[in-house]
């Protein structure tokens, strides 16, 4: 009964899921407001829960078994149920960026690449598809993308200490 009462609770929130939840927004100006990484990670952490909720049941189902593929190394796996979410709810940016993550982590980075502009296009404040990119532009060594990406970061966390120091030394680097 338990079970059922917390799958309830949970469940009745698809109205207000992922990146077009209401919440967000207040969530995101408190984030562009924290003063250091500690006050930032409770605004963070609340984002990724809201973004990592669909729209409906049966592609939440899903995309949590993706998530524990991807947890446990099965990658092709991963990836065979999070394009079955993005196939079913094109909208669910965290589908996109999931699965781009778990291309990175394959090494398919033309692939990961372009999810996370998918990503980026259904929610352009998604500071880990942003962080993700940055990564790659980075094994590309393309320091000036990458230098850009940080940036980008900058604009919605300001006290990204990773950002700033990455920034930085992509500076260093190009002077």
Known sequence: M??????????????????????????????????NNIEASKFLFNIWDI??????????????EANQFMEIGELDNAIELFTKV?????????GWNKRA???FLKGELNKSISDIKKTLDLE???FGA??????????KDDLIGAAATYRRILEIIPSSK????RLKLINDLLV
């Open 124 to 126: 352009p404040r998604h």
């Open 162 to 165: 990773k950002s700033q120091d």
């Open 2 to 35: 338990k079970k059922l009462i917390i799958l309830i609770i949970v469940f009745s929130n698809f109205a207000h899921a992922d990146q077009k939840d209401d919440r967000l927004s207040e969530l995101f100006d408190k984030l562009f407001l924290s003063a």
């Open 86 to 94: 993005v196939k079913q709810s094109p909208e669910f940016a965290e």
């Open 51 to 64: 973004w990592s909720l669909a729209d409906n049941q049966e592609t939440q189902i899903i995309f949590d």
């Open 130 to 139: 942003l962080d993700g990119l940055a990564e790659i532009y980075l094994i």
């Open 101 to 103: 993550t778990v291309y």
